[in-house]
Nanobody, 120 residues
C-alpha cells in the first residue's frame, strides 16, 4: 500500500500564493508519474499539473505560468507552488501517483485532498 498525505491548503485572497505538499509513504522514485488534481464544487476532478520521474512537467492551460510542480525525491514529496491565485482555483486538491509495486503490479494512489479557498 501507498499513502499520500497532502498539506498546505487554506484560505487565501485573490492574487495570493500557496504551496501544497504531498508526502508519500514510499519512495516516489517508484512512481513514473506524480500529479496534482483538483475538484471544484459541482465539477469533475481535473488535472492541474504532473511531473515525471525524470522531471518533465505539464500543466493545465488554466494554471500555466502561475503554478509550478516540483519533486524532492530524497523527501518523497511533491510540491505545487500556486501563485496569482484567483477564485476559479478554489477546490479540493488531490495528489496522485502511479507506483510500481513489483510483482504486485502498479498502484494508482490518491491522497485525501486538501481544500484551497480563494476569496475575492
Amino acid at each position: 500500500q501507498v499513502q499520500l498525505v497532502e498539506s498546505g491548503g487554506g484560505l487565501v485572497q485573490a492574487g495570493g500564493s500557496l504551496t501544497l505538499s504531498c508526502s508519500a509513504s514510499r519512495s516516489i522514485l517508484s512512481s513514473t508519474l506524480m500529479g496534482w488534481y483538483r475538484q471544484a464544487p459541482g465539477k469533475q476532478r481535473e488535472l492541474v499539473a504532473r511531473i515525471t520521474r525524470g522531471g518533465s512537467t505539464n500543466y493545465a492551460d488554466s494554471v500555466k505560468g502561475r503554478f509550478i510542480i516540483s519533486r524532492d525525491n530524497a523527501k518523497n514529496t511533491v510540491y505545487l507552488q500556486m501563485n496569482s491565485l484567483n477564485p476559479e482555483d478554489t477546490g479540493v486538491y488531490y495528489c496522485n501517483g502511479a507506483f510500481f509495486l513489483g510483482p504486485l503490479g502498479t498502484l494508482d494512489a490518491w491522497g485525501q485532498g486538501t481544500l484551497v479557498t480563494v476569496s475575492t
